[in-house]
C-alpha cells in the first residue's frame, strides 16, 4: 500500500455530527477506504494518524479482546465499523475509531455456523405453536407427515426473516408470538433420544410463498417475472434479484419426482408400468429427490436439498419461455414492495402434472433446510 503523503494525512473538514457506520470494503487507497455499506449506500472513511485501529475475531464483543493493527493490514472484502463525525455533505466519515474482522475470520465463521446448523439443526413448516409452553409442532418433511416438537428454552435467540430479503443477517430479532402455522423455521440444538422432541437454542422463521404457476413474461432489465398463479389463476409478478436461486430440474429426474407423488415409481431397464402402490407421499418425494443421481444426498441420511439445487443446472430470467412452468419459493412480501423470489425451478411440468395440488409445498423447506442462509450474519 502507498505511503501516505503529507496532503492526504491533512485533517479535513469535519461537521459535528457523530456517526457510526458498518459495511464491507470496497477499496483502498492511501488512507481512503470506500465501503459498502449494509444499505448498499457507499461511503468513505477517511482514516487519519490518531484513528485508533482493532482487529476483533467474529463472536467478540468487549474492545478490549481486540488487537491494535496499522492501516496496510486492512484488505477488500473485510468488514469494517467505523466511528466518528461525519463529513461536509454526509458522504465522509472521519474515524475516531476503526474495527476491523477479516474476511478469512468471517468466512470460517460462517463455515463453522453452517456446519453446526447441519448437524444440530431441524427445518420444516411450523404446524402449531403452543405459547403458554414455549412449543413448537414442526413438520419436518416436504408434505408434513412427520412431526416434532420443539421447545424453545429460557435464553434462545429467536429471529424472523425480513419480508423483503431471505438473508440471514438482514433478519431481525423476534418472539415467539411472532411465529405462526404455516411458517418456515430452522432451529439449532438439541434432539431428543426418540427424536420426537427438540430444544432449540436459536430459532429463525418467516413467512414465504410457495407459488407454481406459468411464465408470462419476463424483464431481465428489471429483474421482475410475471406469471399466472395455477391455484388462483391470477398474475403475479416478483423480483428477481442476485441472490435467487434459477435452477433447471433436468426432465428424468423431474419425472420421477412425479412418478413417486403419482403414487408409484419411474419405469425401470425392463419397462415396468408405475404401481399405486409405495410410501406414503413424504417418503416418495425424499425418495425421488435422493434418487436422481445422488446430489444433495449421503448413504444412509435424508438428502440436503440446497446441495442438491447448488448442482442442478443454473438459468437466467432470459431463458425462461412464455408459457413455461414454474415452482417458485418466494419472501413473503408487503403492499409496497413485490415478493422476491429465493428459489426459482424450471422443468416442473411432469411435476405440475402428476400432482397439482402437492406440488407448491415440495420446495416449502428448500430455502432454509440446507443452512446457506443461517450463520452468514455476522458482522462488527
Known sequence: MAPLSHAAMQEPVASDSKVR??????????????????????VTVLIQPSTRLLRMAPGQTNLKQATAIQLQDLQVGDRLLT????????????ATTAVVMTKADVAAKQERE??????????GVVKAVDTSTETITLATSAIGASTLAVHVSKGAIIRRYAPDSVKFDDARPGTLDQVKAGDQLRARGTKSADGNEFVAEEIVSGTFRNV?????????????????DLVTKRPVTMKVTSDSQLRKLPPMMAQRIAARLKGGAPSGPTGAAA??????????V?????GSGGAGSRQGAPPDFQQMLNRLPAVTLADLQ?????????????????????????GVEPILTAAPSQASTILSPWNISGGGNVGTGDAP
Open 322 to 346: 412464455k408459457g413455461e412452468a414454474l415452482m417458485i419459493v418466494a419472501t413473503e412480501g408487503s403492499a409496497a414492495v413485490p415478493s422476491t423470489a429465493i428459489v426459482l425451478l424450471s
Open 212 to 228: 407454481a404457476g406459468v411464465v408470462v413474461a419476463t424483464d431481465p432489465s428489471t429483474g421482475t417475472i410475471t406469471l399466472t
Open 275 to 284: 404401481t399405486t402402490t409405495g410410501p406414503p407421499p413424504s417418503e416418495r
Open 21 to 42: 457506520t458498518v459495511g464491507t470494503i470496497k477499496s483502498i487507497s492511501a488512507n481512503t477506504i470506500t465501503l459498502t455499506t449494509d444499505s448498499g449506500s457507499e
Open 114 to 123: 453452517r456446519e453446526d446448523w447441519q448437524k444440530r439443526g431441524v427445518a
Open 83 to 94: 466511528g466518528g463525525t461525519s463529513g461536509v455533505g454526509g458522504k465522509s466519515v472521519i
Open 286 to 290: 425424499r425418495e425421488a429427490q435422493a
